[in-house]
């Protein structure tokens, strides 16, 4: 009698019509999940989306009787003092007259995957360098506007809210939200998150530093920005958190200087790590700055450490966000189970600044740039960190 013939199964990628090879997810496995893939490129690009969907935290905390909010993940091994507060609040709504981008519904971006040419870089029309100056400026607003509510005991989940709010009266979908399936309409990253923190309960306290990244579709475009603040007067009277903050803003000002037709892709993490390893700082290696314009993230990418390996110049038309990750310690990272917050793996601080920059006939246009009225902006240098006060070696920070 001959065997029965085995049913071929399909590939678990989204939207993945392929057979399944023998490849299987080793975490589902250990769950008791069959989830087969036919190529390790299909796993990986389904990984980080849709597949953490199917792994549920094993273990959370009991609710507090008095508030309700607990620990998503009670048992992880945090690299530094900051929680996350859940539940977090319902997904936020947009209207239909809104434009959405591709992804608004099922959180994948399809029109991204579709972009494979890893060195084609959109060069914009004079139409539709009009059309980023448009939504960049709206994205500088609504910044601004989440900034002036920043105070000790309000929530991120708040500033979400403010963000997503600000949004709606410019008639712009957030782009952040169910973008790879991220919960929230902005990221809200405290202290020693580096990037991708996830606004949740968690109340502001006076000495904490909070990057706001912002980022807007309108009219097609997508405009991308954001800034790091100080949390009440701690927060600028602690020398460490002013030394990460104002040396993350130098390092973006300086190598926005280098933007011009010609520049090499490569350049600026030259720039922004010279200048941070002077102030005794590191710059984190694992995210970079991107291509922005109809697509959310694009070719090119700007890497911000130096010797890197980018590929390609700076041509006018082109739009593109430089934002560069500095922490006090090490430049090393990781990422806590929610699979977005990413935080330094000693726990020690870091900051953020983000532009979106417009290439130039003769130089660069800051498509995102600070208004006169806008909150925030330098404070004086603590006088250590001016002189030689700090080292830095290997990527770890000596005094």
């Not at 996830?198 to 990057?211: A, E, F, M, S, T």
């Not at 922005?292 to 966000?321: D, E, R």
């Not at 793996?345 to 600070?370: K, N």
């Amino acid at each position: 009698m001959a065997p029965e013939e085995t049913k071929a199964r399909k590939c678990s990628g989204v939207d993945c019509p392929n057979d399944a090879g023998a490849l299987q997810c080793p975490t589902c496995q250990k769950m008791g999940k069959d989830n087969y893939f036919c190529s390790q490129d299909c796993f990986k690009r389904n990984w980080s989306n849709p597949l953490r969907n199917f792994i549920a935290p094993s273990v959370i905390s009991k609710p507090d009787p008095a508030t309700g909010q607990y620990n998503p993940f009670p048992t992880y091994p945090y690299t530094g003092s900051l929680r996350p507060v859940y539940p977090l609040s319902p997904r936020r709504q947009v209207p239909e007259r809104i434009r959405h981008p591709d992804y608004a519904k099922d959180g994948i971006p399809r029109s991204e995957q579709m972009f494979v040419g890893r060195h084609k870089i959109t060069i914009l029309s004079e139409k539709e360098q009009a059309g980023m100056r448009k939504v960049c400026r709206l994205a500088r607003e609504v910044l601004d506007i989440a900034a002036r509510e920043l105070k000790p005991g309000v929530t991120t989940d708040y500033i979400d809210e403010v963000v997503h709010k600000a949004c709606m009266e410019r008639d712009s979908y957030p782009s952040p939200l169910n973008y790879a399936h991220f919960p929230k309409s902005v990221c809200t990253s405290l202290n020693e998150v580096i990037c991708h923190g996830i606004p949740d309960q968690r109340q502001l306290v006076d000495g904490d530093i909070i990057n706001i990244d912002v980022t807007l579709y309108h009219g097609g475009f997508h405009g991308d920005i954001n800034e790091t603040y100080y949390v009440g007067d701690k927060a600028l009277a602690d020398p460490e958190s002013v030394r990460v903050v104002e040396t993350a803003r130098e390092c973006l000002d300086k190598a926005i200087e280098l933007v011009k037709p010609g520049m090499l892709f490569r350049d600026p993490g030259n720039v922004i790590e010279k200048h941070a390893k002077s102030r005794g700082c590191s710059t984190v290696k694992t995210y970079c700055g991107h291509g922005v314009n109809q697509l959310f993230h694009t070719s090119p990418n700007i890497p911000h450490y130096a010797k890197n390996k980018a590929v390609g110049q700076a041509k006018p038309g082109m739009a593109f966000t430089i934002e560069p990750m500095i922490s006090l310690g090490t430049y090393k990272d990781k990422t806590w189970p929610d699979d977005w917050t990413s935080v330094t793996q000693d726990g020690l601080r870091s900051a953020q600044f983000e532009h979106t920059l417009l290439v130039t006939e003769d130089g660069v246009e800051v498509l995102t740039a600070r208004l006169p009225d806008s909150p925030g902006g330098p404070v004086a240098m603590p006088a250590a960190a001016e002189g030689n006060g700090v080292a830095q070696t290997n990527g770890n920070t000596t005094h």
